[in-house]
C-alpha cells in the first residue's frame, strides 16, 4: 500500500474535509480511532450495511486515511488503524468533538470516552490553548486577524 501522507496539501482540504464530515466517514474514523478496527466489529457497531461500509472503508483507504491489514491468512479479512495524516487531522476533531458531545448531553448516563496522553502515560482532557500565553482557548475568546493588525501579511 502506498503512503498517501505525502501528497496532503492546501489543495486536498476541501476534499478531505468532505470525506470527513460525510455521516458513515466521521462514524467509521472515530470507531477506529476508539479501537473498533475490523469489519464485522464496525458493521456491528455502527448498524450500517456491508456494502455501504465497503465502499466507505475503500473511499477512506484511497484517502489516506485508514491503512488496512489482514489479520485471517486463510481469508481476506481485513483490520483498519488511522494512518499518520489522518490522526493528525482527525484525532483533534474526534476528542473534541467527544468532549463536547459528553458536556452537552442532560442524560448522565452517557458512555465517557477517557483518553490517555502516551508522551506522559497520564489520562488527559486535551483542550485548545494559545501557543503565546498558553491559556485554554475558547470560542468566546478566538477571533481572526484583520489585515490591518497583520499589515497585510497572507493577502494576495
Known amino acids: 500500500?502506498?503512503?498517501?501522507?505525502?501528497?496532503?496539501?492546501?489543495?486536498?482540504?476541501?476534499?478531505?474535509?468532505?470525506?470527513?464530515?460525510?455521516?458513515?466517514?466521521?462514524?467509521?474514523l472515530r470507531e477506529v480511532f476508539f479501537g473498533v478496527g475490523r469489519f464485522g466489529e464496525l458493521k456491528r457497531t455502527l448498524g450500517i450495511s456491508a456494502n455501504i461500509l465497503t465502499a466507505r472503508l475503500n473511499s477512506l483507504t484511497e484517502l489516506g486515511l485508514l491503512a488496512k491489514r489482514a489479520y485471517r491468512p486463510d481469508k481476506p479479512w481485513y483490520e483498519y488503524e488511522l494512518t499518520d495524516s489522518a490522526r493528525e487531522l482527525v484525532v483533534p476533531a474526534i476528542a473534541a468533538i467527544t468532549r463536547w458531545a459528553e458536556t452537552q448531553t442532560a442524560d448522565g448516563d452517557i458512555t465517557r470516552y477517557p483518553l490517555m496522553h502516551t508522551t506522559c502515560g497520564n489520562p488527559t482532557n486535551p483542550y485548545l490553548a494559545c501557543s503565546s500565553c498558553h491559556e485554554p482557548v475558547e470560542a468566546s475568546t478566538l477571533r481572526p486577524v484583520s489585515a490591518e493588525e497583520s499589515g497585510g501579511a497572507g493577502q494576495g
Request: hydrophobic fraction near 30%; charged fraction near 15%.
Open 1 to 28: 500500500m502506498s503512503d498517501h501522507s505525502s501528497h496532503v496539501s492546501y489543495q486536498h482540504g476541501q476534499e478531505f474535509l468532505a470525506a470527513i464530515s460525510e455521516r458513515w466517514n466521521y462514524q467509521i
